[in-house]
């Protein structure tokens, strides 16, 4: 939520578009696998103003950091398929095995077999996400 308000602080996030597509373009994540509010920006504004209202604050004497802190706090869910999740762990188990190889000088073939594996996991996160 943090990029979320930055841009909204800085004028550059439109209060017409909902919160989820704001978060899933400023964090590259798919629409799908976001659990959050459907309200526009504005609306998520109004609300979270109304609600530290509600909760005593004076808005026109409220530091800046209560405000970030309230519009950061906003829960996120991000229900990433098991399978994305499985191959980005492979992922990560093969670049190290790679960099074991690399340095405990394995032959050409087993770091380069390692290398082929490696961008197929790649390539197939890049379509799956």
């Excluded at 978060?23 to 976001?34: F, H, P, R, T, V």
């Excluded at 920006?41 to 209560?66: A, H, K, N």
């Excluded at 399978?83 to 960099?99: F, G, H, N, R």
Aim: charged share 25%; hydrophobic share 40%; net charge negative.
């Amino acid at each position: 939520m943090e990029k979320l308000w930055s841009s909204y602080v800085s004028g550059n996030l439109p209060l017409s578009i909902t919160m989820k597509k704001a978060y899933s373009e400023a964090y590259n994540i798919k629409l799908d696998w976001l659990c959050m509010t459907e309200e526009t920006v504005g609306d998520f504004i109004q609300r979270m103003l109304s609600e530290l209202q509600s909760s005593g604050y004076d808005l026109d004497v409220t530091d800046m950091e209560v405000l970030q802190e309230k519009f950061i706090s906003e829960k996120v869910i991000i229900n990433t398929p098991v399978p994305y999740t499985e191959l980005s762990d492979a992922l990560v188990k093969i670049k190290e095995q790679i960099k074991e190889s690399i340095s405990s000088d394995y032959p050409e073939n087993v770091v380069a077999t390692l290398q082929e594996i490696k961008e197929k996991i790649e390539l197939q996160l890049a379509i799956m996400g």
